[in-house]
């Protein structure tokens, strides 16, 4: 396990110096979902600290396992409307919004004392029905309905392109969100977070300017039973 952290950690500063950067302006975002706590606590026992679940239960179960260390939790899932609040309670940063309803119940569930939610905004860039995301022409608007909501803190975009595996084609889709990043920044938004990249592709996300990869087959092997129910 802790030859495979630094390995990546390897993959990572490499990918991130050639696009002239530093390793740590790229956040390892480890994707844990399906994979048991006691595979978190040797990640984080190699100084990983950031991770992504997808499932709320699964979740939930591992937070209160690993309360004793000092990770900050990502939940990178799809979230329906009636399972916001122990998002809001128990996560810093929600990837994947693509809803205003959703936002607004984050917003409206973040408990007072705690800092805002961190928030990326999902964009579908192929406009594939199977997956969440807003359509890059809806973007603009939700940014600004989301920016105005006080709980949250909207941070960036994030996005999950089709499966490729030319890297010419995987810089397409990565440059595009960062372009849709640059033009809302353009227009008065103040985004930092390019959450783009997973296993088969975080090289070439790293390249078109991504702040956080999230990865999780490449760190942790194959995933175990992933349940359906809540995708
Ligand atoms: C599962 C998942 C990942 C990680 O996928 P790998 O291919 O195992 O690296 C990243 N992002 C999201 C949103 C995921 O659901």
Same mark, same amino acid.
Request: proline share 6%; glycine share 6%.
């Given at each position: 396990?802790?030859?495979?952290?630094?390995?990546?950690?390897?993959?990572?500063?490499?990918?991130?110096?050639?696009?002239?950067?530093?390793?740590?302006?790229?956040?390892?975002?480890?994707?844990?979902?399906?994979?048991?706590?006691?595979?978190?606590?040797? #990640? $984080?026992?190699? /100084? @990983?600290?950031?991770?992504?679940?997808?499932? *709320?239960?699964?979740? &939930?179960?591992? +937070?209160?396992? =690993?309360?004793?260390?000092?990770?900050?939790?990502?939940?990178?899932?799809?979230?329906?409307?009636?399972?916001?609040?122990?998002?809001?309670?128990?996560?810093?940063?929600?990837?994947?919004?693509?809803?205003?309803?959703?936002?607004?119940?984050?917003?409206?569930?973040?408990?007072?004392?705690?800092?805002?939610?961190?928030?990326?905004?999902?964009?579908?860039?192929?406009?594939? #029905? $199977?997956?969440? /995301? @807003?359509?890059?022409?809806?973007?603009?608007? *939700?940014?600004?309905? &989301?920016?105005? +909501?006080?709980? =949250?803190?909207?941070?960036?975009?994030?996005?999950?392109?089709?499966?490729?595996?030319?890297?010419?084609?995987?810089?397409?889709?990565?440059?595009?969100?960062?372009?849709?990043?640059?033009?809302?920044?353009?227009?008065?938004?103040?985004?930092?977070?390019?959450?783009?990249?997973?296993?088969?592709?975080?090289?070439?996300?790293?390249?078109?300017?991504?702040?956080?990869?999230?990865?999780?087959?490449?760190?942790?092997?194959?995933?175990?039973?992933?349940?359906?129910?809540?995708?």
């Amino acid at each position: 396990m802790p030859e495979f952290v630094r390995r990546l950690r390897e993959r990572i500063a490499a990918a991130a110096a050639r696009s002239g950067r530093t390793a740590e302006s790229v956040t390892l975002l480890a994707v844990a979902k399906a994979q048991p706590a006691q595979l978190i606590r040797a #990640a $984080a026992a190699e /100084g @990983v600290r950031d991770f992504g679940e997808s499932y *709320l239960d699964e979740a &939930l179960e591992k +937070l209160a396992l =690993l309360q004793d260390l000092p990770l900050t939790w990502h939940f990178i899932g799809r979230l329906q409307a009636n399972k916001t609040r122990p998002v809001a309670e128990r996560f810093a940063w929600v990837h994947g919004i693509d809803r205003l309803r959703i936002a607004q119940r984050l917003s409206a569930q973040r408990p007072f004392h705690a800092p805002a939610l961190n928030v990326c905004i999902q964009v579908n860039l192929a406009a594939e #029905a $199977a997956k969440g /995301g @807003v359509s890059p022409a809806d973007l603009p608007a *939700l940014a600004r309905q &989301l920016a105005a +909501l006080p709980r =949250l803190k909207l941070r960036g975009l994030m996005c999950i392109p089709p499966q490729e595996s030319d890297p010419v084609r995987q810089r397409q889709w990565f440059a595009q969100l960062r372009r849709l990043q640059e033009a809302l920044n353009a227009g008065g938004a103040d985004l930092d977070t390019l959450s783009m990249g997973m296993s088969g592709d975080f090289e070439s996300a790293i390249l078109e300017g991504a702040t956080v990869v999230r990865i999780g087959t490449a760190l942790f092997g194959p995933r175990g039973q992933e349940p359906d129910s809540d995708p």
